[in-house]
């Protein structure tokens, strides 16, 4: 056993609270794998090579750790070569992060971008339908909560 005194120190408080956010990136790419698990059953999602291009998170209320926390995701952008993914991540009932990113089908052989089959873009297209229902409610849920 080695017993260890640590003087306050800011900075290394400040590097720990950020560790805070990287876990929000852990359980939106635990989220992701589960959701594109979940297409794979329709379509031949695994037979493509899905590379992440681009991750944006917006912070709308701080984020609690060790709690349980509610992902909603669909895909909200279909490309010739890529779609995007968005999400909104509850705790607690509030919402606390939004985000998405961009994944693009990548051809194993040529290492370049792919084009989307017809069958990929039929099924994902569908997924941005399903979405935008899912936030035309939550708006009409929210705005209601405030008119009370």
């Not at 681009?54 to 010739?80: A, E, R």
Request: proline content about 1%.
């Amino acid at each position: 056993m080695k017993t260890i005194s640590l003087q306050a120190n800011p900075e290394l408080e400040l590097a720990w609270r950020q560790l805070g956010d990287s876990i929000v990136t852990f359980y939106f790419e635990k989220a992701r794998v589960e959701y594109l698990e979940s297409l794979a059953k329709t379509i031949a999602m695994r037979s493509s090579s899905w590379v992440q291009a681009s991750l944006h998170l917006d912070y709308l209320g701080s984020y609690i750790g060790n709690c349980d926390s509610t992902v909603d995701m669909s895909v909200t952008k279909v490309g010739n070569t890529s779609f995007t993914l968005s999400f909104r991540l509850y705790q607690q009932g509030d919402l606390r992060v939004t985000g998405n990113c961009v994944l693009v089908n990548i051809d194993h052989s040529s290492n370049r971008p792919a084009q989307l089959s017809s069958l990929q873009r039929q099924v994902l297209d569908r997924e941005v339908l399903s979405f935008y229902r899912m936030q035309d409610a939550s708006h009409k849920a929210v705005g209601q909560a405030h008119n009370d």
